[in-house]
């Protein structure tokens, strides 16, 4: 493989302007879709097939003014007065009126005739029920709700509102997180490279990939449900696998120009080598990614999809567009910048790296763990079992008002409701009765709702064809096991509920998807593992030609993910980041574990590659186990180091926004980044193949014969071209090659 590598970059390198301009016409193509389709993601998750989705497919058929979304709407007064006061009540009641009349409105709640009252008299709760699915639901539909409330709000009443869908329920992505990312990664480069031009390069490159694949997600958006998440996740893996697979590549590259290499030579040689392991940490992200599809969860599916295409175009802009523009760039990625503190220290680290890297600090780091290695690893198991223990006690759910900040308006209409009704008033369950032949046959069976232990009240809504929805209020919250227990308790009781008057009783409503949902992807957690572990393992083989490599991989890629559950656990659902990040104590959200497995295993896995590739070239050159693992962690230790700087500083821009989603994708991957590259990576797993020594690299001869050798750390490469490749001495920093450039 890394000879094919070699070809496409010389080939690349030499038609770079060919290659630039098929990939600005990439960017644009993917731009002028995304504009003229106008598609929009949006925040809903559903599972085909679950109980909650079949009762929502029956009201679609039956009874389409309970199918849609909803909107709870919270009326408030302050002070002394209340809600039923002249003044006020009137605001309330012509505002119920306008909402009856605004486009995909199924059905307005009355608070005064339904009794919505607190005790206090001093809140008041509305709902809304569309005909629409909440992604159907258009944005001029939500600025008429808002609209339509004005006389109460004119009357001095707060008006708050929640559910599955309301006015500023879509949170507009900022894009202030990829700008603070951007800005870090190029500090970062910097500090690495010591020269701006070899800083920005894979910053360039990586920013026209992400480009091309936000745009094309958008383009896809407008034929197809794409949650907004998906795009979040797909910017933060391809904006930083871009980055960092650029570094690796350019750092190899700019190694080989200080030792006197030709720049043609020296670009194609870098992809050749850094290159294929690349292609292979590449490889496993997409798999792992690709993974989330055995889940059967659409939204998932199109998440896991989204990403992969994203870490896909990164890969792609690493082999060809890199080169092509290392080829413009010459010399001048060995242009260093001179600091007035330390002039000529960003020049005199790169050369002795370059030329002496046994000197280097990450030298040695590798001598150090070698020397403490069985201390190290004890030590480092320890730490991360210790940061793994809250994920012992982690609960699942999805995000509710709760979870907002509180200046959002879902979070004050959560809070309102909590406090003047208690906490199921945020979460009402639909319970659908199938073959109800009228009204009156609704009521044994709203009687024997009332009698579920954990039902607060049981009120029915409306019943039509031979359908009658029954709204039951828990006394706990959406996210509390005890909901989760009603709404079982419910299922597993229909017959009774039933009666006599043989109805299908099913349970519906966001809460209860929500629950679903949950469900679902916990059971589907096993299965998503056991495929994805399964091809990584083969890959991961395939690449080293040994089994202890990949073994040893997994096992610190479980170690890595435990932490981080616990990490996530102990500040997101026990509060501990309430005070510094301002994230109010909530449910992990239910389908992050499952994007965790499959990212941070991915991400694992290029850590591993770009490790492990260096100390298999340095044990293929000498044949001495112990030293290959010094000087292979030595020369990986940099780059790594400053590959998940990027990677976390990116995730970590991501928490300041405000939506509470976003902030636990992005704060659970900075810390399974930065802990599998430091404590697994760069020191687990140096430290046990210093203890294995070369038993590491052994495998059966049949092994080896049937495995296929695709020498991903180039030796067969550097054997066939390093002879046919141009050196000369060295060039003065900043001085350019003719013809080169």
Known sequence: MSVYLFRLARWAFRRRRLVLVVWILAAAAAITLATVGGGK??????????????????????????????????????????????????????????LKKVPQVGLVSDPFVSKAISKSGKVALGSVQFT???????????????????????????????????PGWQLEISKVPEMVGILIAFIILTITFGAFVA??????????GIVVTLM?????????????????????????????????????????????????????????????????????VIIALCGL???????????????????????LVALTLLPAML???????????STPLRPGHPEDVARTAANEPERTFGAAWGRFVVRFRVALLICGIAFLLVVAVPATKMELGLPTGASQPKDNTARKAYDLTTDNFGPGFNGALLVVADGVPDAAATAPIVAELRKVPGVVSAEPLAAANDVAVVRVVPSTGPNDSETTDLVNRIRDNRATIAGGSGAAITVGGTTASNI???????????????????????????????????????????LSVAAAFGAQVAVFQWGWGEDLFGIPPT????FLPIIMLAIIFGLSSDYEVFVVSRIKEEFTKSGEAVHAVEHGTGLAARVVTAAALIMFSIFVAFMFTDDPTVKAIGFSFAVGVILDAFVVRLTLVPAFMAIIRAKIWYHPKWFGKYVPDLDIEGHRLQGEFGPKMSTAAPKPAGEATPGNV
């Open 41 to 98: 993601t949006d925040n809903t998750f559903t599972v085909p097939g679950t109980e909650s989705q079949r009762a929502t497919n029956l009201l679609k058929s039956k009874l389409p003014a309970l199918s849609g979304g909803q909107t709870q709407i919270v009326f408030a007064t302050r002070g002394t007065t209340k809600v039923t006061d002249p003044t006020y009540k009137a605001g309330i009641e012509a505002s119920v009126a306008r």
């Open 132 to 166: 629409a699915q909440p992604a159907d639901v258009r944005t001029s539909t939500l600025d008429a709700v808002e609209a339509a409330v004005a006389p109460a709000t004119d009357a001095g009443v707060q008006v708050e509102y929640s559910g599955s869908v309301y």
């Open 199 to 208: 800083a920005g390069l894979p910053i360039l490159t990586a920013v026209i």
């Open 216 to 284: 094309s997600v958008s383009a896809l958006a407008a034929v197809m449900d794409i949650a907004s998440t998906s795009t979040t996740v797909a910017s933060m893996l391809g904006l930083s696998c871009g980055i960092d697979y650029g570094l690796f590549i350019l750092a190899r590259h700019r190694n080989n120009l200080l030792v006197g290499m030709s720049i043609e030579d020296s670009v194609a040689l870098a992809v050749g080598t850094a290159g294929s392991s690349v292609v292979f940490a590449g490889l496993t």
């Open 293 to 315: 599809s055995v889940v059967g969860i659409p939204f998932l599916t199109v998440m896991g999809l989204a990403a992969a295409g994203a870490v896909l175009v990164a890969l």
């Open 327 to 337: 080829g413009f760039a010459g010399n001048k990625v060995a242009r260093f910048i």
């Open 516 to 558: 679903d949902v949950s469900s679902k992807l916990s059971s589907a957690l096993p299965v998503f593992l056991v495929v994805v572990v399964g091809l990584a393992l083969i890959l991961l083989t395939i690449a080293f030609r040994t089994i202890l490599i990949p073994i040893k991989s997994i096992i610190g890629f479980l």
């Open 587 to 590: 449910a992990t959200i239910s």
